[in-house]
């Protein structure tokens, strides 16, 4: 039987392997720098010609013409916007009277208040605060002289508060007591609120009047005793009335609130009595606004609010005899 041949079965085989160059070092990155680069210049170049191009003669991928078109576009858009806007606002401010506020008796309630705040405290003891309330006090003094009124045919129809006449004497000159002595004046008044009248719906000789009264405080330490501090409101609860000037409807043609004062006196040599320990550092007076005939029937006026006024003592005493 044949035989199939083979030849060289037991011979082994040669495999030849070529070594593959590596690179120097450094010459990848060269290149991928280059490429980086390449890019970069190329996206930089596209921008230019985006926002420019000098050949085809656009900015921005648009011709003059292009321009033109949606430029005059969206002039006639806003403009129509801005018209449509301005006679919404025209028509919307026709409703309004410029003499009546927005919000009218719904967040306003009768409420004691000091015009300015530096002249809340009375501070016998420190000079500069002393000082800081009689400025703020010149400043309302100006303001109220300073007001013109405007008048209705020549007439002014309604009382007017003028500082000048209607300040007690007491305490129309703010700088009367300078710092050492031993009173000072407070200057209060109610706020502002349209049409209201205190009196409104009460009987014929009712009067409107703020009173006064010591208050504790709110840590409970003021000086309740009476006897280094006296205080006196001007003009008195048994005679004033301050609903002539009233309802109020605007500073134009109504002028500023009404003041009153309270003219507050201290008692260095009763203070100086009490030992060190147990003297008092400061007093509150608490003033209301009220409505009655007379003083004793008086009635606090519905929903209102007070002002609490500060009197610091002073604490130097030793010139005291």
Same mark, same amino acid.
Not at 33 to 38: D, L, N
Not at 64 to 76: E, N, R, T
Not at 259 to 275: M, N, Q
């Given at each position: 039987m044949a035989r199939g041949r083979v030849d060289n079965i037991n011979q082994p085989r040669?495999?030849?392997?070529?070594?593959?160059?590596?690179?120097?070092?450094?010459?990848?990155?060269? !290149?991928?720098?280059?490429?980086?680069?390449?890019? #970069?210049k190329a996206g930089l170049n596209d921008c230019c010609r985006f926002l420019y191009n000098s050949d085809e003669g656009t900015v921005m991928g648009r011709n003059?013409? !292009?321009?033109?078109?949606?430029?005059?576009?969206? #002039?006639?858009f806003y403009s129509f916007l801005a018209g449509f806007f301005a006679i919404n606002l025209f028509v919307m401010l026709q409703t309004l009277d410029p003499d009546v506020p927005t919000i009218v008796g719904r967040t306003n309630k009768p409420q004691v208040a000091i015009d300015e705040y530096g002249s809340m405290l009375l501070n016998f003891g420190d000079e500069d605060i002393w000082n800081a309330a009689i400025t703020a006090k010149n400043e309302t003094k100006t303001r109220y002289d300073s007001l013109i009124i405007e008048e209705i045919d020549g007439n002014i129809t309604k009382k007017i508060f003028r500082w000048t006449s209607d300040v007690d004497v007491e305490c129309q000159d703010v700088e009367k007591y300078p710092f050492g002595s031993d009173s000072g004046c407070f200057y209060l008044g109610m706020n502002r609120i349209y049409n209201y009248d205190p009196v409104d719906g009460l009987a014929d000789g009712t009067r409107f009047f703020f009173d006064c009264e010591f208050d504790i405080g709110k840590t409970g330490k003021g000086d309740m005793s009476g006897n280094i501090t006296s205080f006196e409101v001007l003009p008195s609860p048994s005679t004033a009335d301050f609903s002539m000037y009233y309802p109020w409807t605007s500073v134009a043609t109504d002028g500023?609130?009404?003041?009153?004062?309270?003219?507050?006196?201290?008692?260095?040599?009763?203070?100086?009595?009490?030992?060190?320990?147990?003297?008092?550092?400061?007093?509150?007076i608490t003033c209301l606004p009220y409505t009655g005939i007379d003083r004793a029937s008086a009635v606090q006026l519905p929903e209102s609010r007070f002002a609490r006024l500060t009197v610091h003592y002073p604490w130097k005493l030793d010139d005291v005899e």
């Open positions: 040669v495999v030849v392997v070529q070594p593959v160059s590596e690179p120097e070092n450094g010459e990848d990155d060269d !290149s991928e720098m280059v490429k980086e680069e390449g890019k #970069l003059g013409s !292009s321009w033109a078109k949606i430029g005059g576009f969206y #002039l006639i500023y609130q009404p003041l009153f004062s309270v003219k507050v006196t201290i008692d260095r040599k009763a203070l100086k009595a009490l030992p060190k320990d147990e003297r008092p550092e400061k007093a509150f």
